[in-house]
């Protein structure tokens, strides 16, 4: 593939290269030398129009690890503030001959539109409610290697799913490597083609937990609510929110998750979160790094490969 735009459009054989080729750099990640130069000569830009700390600061460590030229846009001061559209951007950006475009976009489909103008990789590091596929990746292989398998496990993904790309990467990519996926939330936080995505859907902890292997837990994004109907966060935290009482009704030894940012006492217990038995929200951000680094390598193999040919764009 050319772009890393959702996990839709990835067979199971991709995500298995992916994360086979990720454990490689779980292991240069924590050897002495964390360096590869697999991207040496390329450029990669990083442009987030919204806020983050993991997905950019992995992105950004993942392209220097491989020896890329990093470039972070500031897109807070950039010309976007003076009007400027994110295709006028994006073409401004492609005339000095990035390799690799690193983009979140709070427009759901924006990054795809984006990928369709300039002449490099993009790979979607989030955009609006749509997908966060580096995001699933990163759950996936972090599942893999708690589990020692990423099949045939029940995984229980709770809270706000109607707002989430995380849920949505996370259900396309279980469902493809054949797992049972659950959706626990309030019925207001439930997509409405729930059904149809091949989920069961709970509104009740006790019995969405039940026999589960994963739980992942997905903060309230208010920041898409609209204006919409937001919980009380006390009354969240009572039916939905993650304890150990709670956990207790999944299996023995399921895991907790969580792709972050994490707010503490409204959908997750601060104690469970720290808990290193259970819950493997720190193993995620290390995977997130591997990972990023993994789809980096594979995109600017495919894009030397184009180039080799003698494809002189790359749309
Ligand atoms: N999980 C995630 O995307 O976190 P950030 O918003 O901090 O990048």
């Not at 979140?104 to 103008?117: E, I």
């Not at 969405?208 to 837990?217: E, I, N, R, S």
């Amino acid at each position: 593939a050319r772009h890393l735009l959702g996990i839709e459009h990835l067979s199971p054989w991709d995500v298995r290269i992916i994360l086979d080729l990720a454990e490689t750099y779980v292991d240069l990640s924590r050897g002495a030398t964390k360096h590869a130069d697999v991207l040496a000569g390329l450029t990669q830009i990083n442009m987030f129009f919204e806020a983050s700390t993991r997905t950019q600061s992995s992105f950004e460590i993942a392209g220097k690890r491989l020896g890329a030229d990093v470039m972070n846009m500031a897109m807070q001061a950039s010309s976007i503030k003076k009007g400027e559209t994110l295709i006028d951007t994006a073409l401004t950006l492609n005339a000095m001959h990035p390799d690799l475009l690193v983009v979140r976009h709070p427009h759901s489909g924006a990054v795809d539109l984006l990928a369709q103008k300039v002449n490099c990789a993009v790979l979607n590091a989030g955009d609006g409610r749509h997908e966060h596929p580096t995001q699933a990746l990163l759950d996936g292989l972090t599942i893999r290697r708690a589990k020692g398998r990423l099949q045939r496990l029940t995984v229980a993904i709770c809270g706000d799913i109607a707002h989430s790309r995380v849920a949505r990467s996370n259900i396309l990519l279980l469902g493809k490597m054949e797992n049972r996926v659950r959706l626990i939330g309030p019925p207001t936080l439930i997509p409405s083609g729930a059904a149809e995505m091949g989920v069961e859907v709970y509104d009740d902890m006790k019995e969405g937990l039940d026999g589960a292997d994963v739980v992942m837990m997905l903060r309230l994004q208010k920041e898409r609510m609209d204006g919409g109907f937001i919980p009380s966060e006390r009354e969240y935290y009572h039916r939905f929110g993650l304890d150990a009482e709670k956990l207790a009704y999944a299996k023995d030894d399921a895991i907790v998750m969580h792709p972050g940012p994490m707010n503490r006492g409204v959908e997750i217990d601060g104690t469970l979160a720290d808990d290193i038995n259970r819950s493997v929200i720190q193993d995620q951000v290390e995977m997130g790094v591997a990972v990023r680094m993994a789809c980096m390598d594979l995109l600017a193999r495919n894009l030397r490969a184009a180039r080799a040919a003698g494809e002189g764009t790359y749309v």
